[in-house]
């Protein structure tokens, strides 16, 4: 097994076959697209539809349906927003069909790469996030499934003439790129629009959200009053006023070294402009409450200042009540911050930059299979679950593709396609959480029992079946097969990574009393693209054989994809 530790500052580390547009989120603009009026003159290679299918192998034509919110692009000429910005941040959802390619050109004329590259195992120039450097990783996923893609640009960079700067890009949740310098031909002053282009084959774009990111600071803290209380730092009440007095700026320096204290600021909030507010809390300590108007916006528990917190509020112009209270961690050093942003406006501190020191670098600790397949024993945050999964092996291949098994249930969890294992909190300083992540794109399983004994094809599938974990054996290759007592019978549940997918097998030893099934996929809407292909929500793709006895059925969360298990039985999973 092969370790290794980069140190870094973790600075902020639908149906498918009927897709409709929808409304955008979050604190982004949407451009609608009800029709081509948002987009200077286009060619006859745009148009705009209500809903799309693209078959994620082969030549067919997407399937395309009336309506609006869906823009569809085929090879020709680009097409070019209304909207001219500078700065600013981009948000939209993207598909492709098989061998698609095709540009996002920002300001500037600076091209993003968008393309059918999922099965390239090494990022290149020809993959998804290309921008004149090589995205860090392959986070693509494969035709017909839709992609996000969200960044940070700065057309121009008054300290570095005739350059432009990429902050960030994450592709489908995964960071990409970051701060990556980009040359220009002169330096950019003025406003340009935003282009679309297909090279090849058909892209679907939807939900195109910008936040134009003015520098003007709307926001304003004024006649700023703290007290510093003496009471223990996780004391639920506070009465004990250690000193107070006025201060011009926000920062804990006030406290003036004091292991313990809960230290509460009130003040003015001064507004100049109406609208949607996101504070952002940054700090180490046990609470940090910021209260406006006699509201809690944000409020959170024990945090690092490696993490951030947020709320959203909405404000008129004028001044409003602002009180935050923060109590530090006796053993770590005290830091606290407040941010705030709005749409139009880069993201500013209304702290001083002395209470927010700079964190100790914190490493992130990998697991990188080489020549065998890398198997990791942890604990697992599964979906929202509030609580772990205790009982969790993670295995890792030099292929690319990666899965979370919970052995307790028999349960497959998560699958990934690209980096393996981030096992930070699990090796590093006492790793009391013991918890390993997903370090490259991940699709989630149901999490239920993978495997179950039912009465009937029409029985419920239990949330975790009569199975007994066996232990496990691995073929030469060194994958293993996960073996499991079930009834009266034993199944050998063993995954191998190939250049398409995940193939799962089952293997059936012994007689079964009753009739064993495998609970391929669950979802909100799972549908048969063409016989033996399945696509389930907007996750991932099921493969099997044409003449497989599977079972599409309804369930209470929308559907299952059943599979009865007899001799040996396999399917493939892809993304």
Known sequence: MQKFIRKCSLLFLACPLLVSGQTGKGNYTTLPLKDLSTFETSSANWSVAGGISVLPVGTAKPKLSSGEGILIGTAGSPITTKLKAG???????????????????????????????????????????????????????????????????????????????????TLNGVTVLETVYLPTPTTISDAQPISLEVKKGSIAFRHIGYQLLASRKPVALNNLAYKVYSDKWDAKTFTTVDHEGKSATLTQEVTNGMREFHLVYEGDLEVNEAGDYIFTTIYSGNVLDLNIDGKSVASSGESTSQETHTGLVNLSQGNHKFKLHYSRFPWRQPAMGLRVEKAGIRPYDLHVLSSLPEPEPKPYISVTPEMRPEMVRSFVYF????????????????AGWNYTVDLSRGALLQAWR????????????????????????TALISGKSSMAVLSDANALWPDSSDINFLGYKLDKEGNPGFRYAIGSATVVDKMTSGSNGITRTFQLEGAAKGSIFSLLASGKNIVMLEKGLYQVDNRYYIQLDKKASV?????????ELLLPVTGTTSYTMFW
């Open 87 to 169: 700065d600013l941040r981009l948000s939209l959802e993207f598909m492709v069909s098989p061998g698609a390619e095709g540009n996002i050109i920002l300001p500037g004329n600076q091209k993003i790469r968008i393309s059918d590259s999922s099965r390239d195992k090494d990022p290149n120039a020809l993959t998804s996030g290309f921008i004149g450097q090589f995205p860090v990783q392959n986070a693509a996923k494969a035709p017909g499934l839709w992609q996000t893609i969200e960044l940070a640009y700065d057309v121009s960079l008054p300290q570095l003439k005739n350059s432009a700067r990429l902050n960030y890009l």
């Open 383 to 398: 979906n929202e679950e509030k609580n772990k999964r205790t009982h969790c092996i993670s295995v890792g291949t030099s």
């Open 418 to 441: 690209g980096q393996f294992a981030n096992v930070t909190e699990m090796w590093y300083e006492r790793g009391e959480p013991q918890l390993l992540s997903p370090a490259g794109l």
């Open 551 to 559: 079972l599409l059925r309804n369930a209470s969360e929308g559907k």
